[in-house]
């Protein structure tokens, strides 16, 4: 019984660590690269977990010492550094204070021991450590505490050998499994982050080649006539074809940078309340001449009586609605109808823009807003880019729906703002 007792204990015990353990390293991913919530984190879990385990669970003095103490304190000292492990330090010494006060010296004296070398091994050693020498490291903290506890522990009279034996066995068995674990997670956490970096690194590899390929062609093609501008027995006609030709490389190869500059930098730099209908009532002018050429009718409904605001910016607001109204002329080679339709309601305002044009297909959707992405002939893709991200400069959501040969409709909804 006395055995089944101590092991039960220990058992117990082991499981709140690996439940703070799992807590922590789930949840912890999505904060990767913020270190300070990372350890605010893992000291919310302590001390709910230590409440918890305080409230709820009848504590046995020696297995407390002498199992949960040295077992938590190595894996936070180890794994988490510095601040984690002070914290953790602090909670089980506390806890020894106030509910355990005839074994609070051995404790305290074992766990500084503990705390301090697991202090050294975490910056000297952890981080590049295989899990052989993380086993062996494991194994030394617990030695080092059980040495500083048993050497003060002064109550044998009230314990028996076999019960320092078998929670002296298990926390050895249990700091080796915990070690395990937690190594295994950690290791599995930092080959994501690596990928991450490795696949943010390719994406800025390939954008940066393809603005090369991009800016490279109408250079080129300006070089060339300018080279065909040397020539002898050209015409004046001639030579201003070929300036112009010339110069029409150089601005698509400026268009191209001031597309990429705004994808870099979309931030809304002064944002004020817009009138909704009369931003779309501005922009509608701006795109006629291109609709008339088209052969396209532009239809504008408000559906809200009252006047609508957002916050943003009206420059880049009416930026975004010029490049989407553009996009969805063009995709109407032989004419058709272009709807425009805002209202507002409790979810915020909403701008469907609607064409009758050649449609998209699934796997074109779900590349809409890739670099260089564009199903457009002479298109670069990176209008769609910037048009993305100022949406979401102004907390807006875009999103596309569309069938081949039944047109598209952009939907664009922002926060309201009522004045």
């Known amino acids: 019984m006395?055995?089944?007792?101590?092991?039960?204990?220990?058992?117990?015990?082991?499981?709140y660590i690996m439940s703070a353990s799992l807590m922590f390293l789930i949840i912890?991913?999505?904060?990767?690269?913020?270190?300070?919530?990372?350890?605010?984190?893992?000291?919310?879990?302590?001390?709910?977990?230590?409440?918890?385990?305080?409230?709820?669970?009848?504590?046995?003095?020696?297995l407390y010492g002498l199992h949960l103490t040295p077992v938590s304190l190595a894996l936070a000292a180890l794994f988490e550094g510095l601040l984690p492990g002070i914290c953790t330090w602090l909670a089980f010494n506390l806890c020894t204070l106030l509910y355990l006060q005839i074994y609070s010296i051995p404790t305290i004296i074992g766990s500084t021991m503990m705390l301090a070398a697991g202090l050294i091994l975490h910056y000297k050693q952890v981080l590049q450590s295989t899990y052989l020498k993380i086993f062996l490291m494991s194994l030394l903290l617990i030695t080092v505490y059980l040495a500083g506890y048993l050497f003060f522990f002064?109550?044998?009279?009230?314990?028996?050998?076999?019960?320092?034996?078998?929670?002296?066995?298990?926390?050895?068995?249990?700091?080796?499994?915990?070690?395990?674990?937690?190594?295994?997670?950690?290791?599995?956490?930092?080959?994501?982050?690596?990928?991450?970096?490795?696949e943010k690194y390719q994406v800025i590899g390939q954008l940066a080649a393809s603005i090369s390929h991009e800016i490279r062609n109408p250079l080129t093609t300006a070089q060339g006539f300018l080279q065909l501008m040397n020539r002898k027995n050209l015409t004046p006609e001639q030579i201003q074809t070929y300036r112009n030709y010339a110069a029409s490389g150089i601005e698509q190869a400026n268009s191209i940078i001031t597309d990429y500059l705004n994808y870099a930098k979309p931030t809304v730099e002064v944002a004020r309340p817009l009138y909704v209908q009369e931003e779309l009532d501005t922009v509608v002018p701006m795109v006629s001449p291109l609709?008339?050429?088209?052969?396209?009718?532009?239809?504008?409904?408000?559906?809200?009586?009252?006047?609508?605001?957002?916050?943003?910016?009206?420059?880049?607001?009416?930026?975004?609605?010029?490049?989407?109204?553009?996009?969805?002329?063009?995709?109407?080679?032989?004419g058709g109808t272009l709807k425009v339709t805002t209202w507002s309601d409790?979810?915020?305002?909403?701008?469907?823009?609607?064409?009758?044009?050649?449609?998209?297909?699934?796997?074109?959707?779900?590349?809409?807003?890739?670099?260089?992405?564009?199903?457009?002939?002479?298109?670069?893709?990176?209008?769609?880019?910037?048009?993305?991200s100022l949406v979401?400069?102004?907390?807006?959501?875009?999103?596309?729906?569309?069938?081949?040969?039944?047109?598209?409709?952009?939907?664009?909804?922002?926060?309201?703002?009522?004045?």
């Open 291 to 334: 609709c008339l050429l088209s052969k396209v009718e532009v239809v504008v409904q408000h559906l809200s009586q009252k006047p609508m605001y957002i916050m943003g910016e009206s420059k880049k607001f009416q930026q975004s609605l010029l490049n989407i109204m553009k996009n969805a002329v063009e995709s109407m080679p032989d």
């Open 392 to 419: 979401k400069s102004m907390n807006g959501t875009i999103s596309y729906y569309s069938r081949p040969d039944e047109g598209t409709t952009c939907v664009l909804q922002y926060k309201q703002v009522h004045l």
């Open 28 to 62: 912890t991913p999505k904060f990767m690269f913020a270190h300070y919530r990372r350890k605010l984190l893992f000291i919310f879990i302590l001390i709910l977990l230590t409440c918890f385990y305080i409230g709820y669970e009848d504590i046995d003095p020696l």
């Open 154 to 198: 002064d109550q044998w009279d009230q314990v028996q050998g076999v019960e320092v034996v078998i929670a002296v066995i298990g926390t050895y068995l249990s700091s080796m499994y915990v070690s395990y674990i937690y190594h295994h997670v950690k290791n599995q956490e930092r080959m994501r982050e690596e990928l991450f970096r490795a």
């Open 346 to 388: 409790n979810e915020g305002v909403h701008i469907h823009i609607k064409d009758t044009g050649v449609g998209m297909s699934d796997y074109q959707i779900k590349r809409i807003g890739m670099p260089f992405y564009t199903t457009k002939e002479k298109g670069t893709g990176l209008g769609l880019m910037v048009v993305i």
């Open 2 to 15: 006395l055995i089944h007792s101590i092991l039960a204990h220990e058992f117990k015990g082991l499981l």
